[in-house]
């Protein structure tokens, strides 16, 4: 047997030694990958009856949209016919209202005034007899 011949039983075995060491983790690769793929199916089978109640909720929820759109539609409604009627009650009696009044604080504040003054010529009028009698 020549040294070649020994080198290339030695690189043989080394390689047989080799492919033995990379099945092990290849099987275990494989196996995972079969795990991985009944986990898929799973996941798969139980997510067809969870699609199928989000799309009944959906449906529902869309429902309802729609409700709310017809009260929001009516409010909409009820505001416009307030804001008419705002405008034609203030063009209609605001004026009056305002002149109302303005005439009511005209009148308290000329009696006020009148009472003020009153009180004045009254203290005036106590201070002057009170200085004269001092006399």
Do not use: C, W
Not at 80 to 87: D, F, G, I, K, R
Not at 98 to 124: C, E, H, M, P, W
């Amino acid at each position: 047997m020549s040294g070649g011949a020994i080198a290339a039983l030695i690189a043989a075995g080394a390689f047989v030694l080799l492919v033995l060491l990379l099945a092990y983790p290849l099987l275990k690769l494989g196996r995972t990958l079969d795990e991985a793929t009944l986990a898929i199916r799973k996941t798969h089978d139980g997510v067809a009856p969870l699609l199928d109640q989000a799309q009944d909720t959906m449906t529902q929820v869309n429902s309802q949209l729609d409700h709310v759109g017809g009260i929001a539609k009516n409010v909409d409604s009820m505001t416009t016919n307030v804001s008419a009627l705002t405008s034609v009650v203030s063009s209609t009696l605001g004026s009056p209202l305002i002149k109302v009044a303005a005439f009511s604080y005209g009148v308290r504040k000329t009696v006020n005034d009148r009472r003020d003054t009153q009180i004045l010529r009254d203290a005036k009028s106590k201070h002057r007899t009170a200085r004269r009698a001092a006399k």
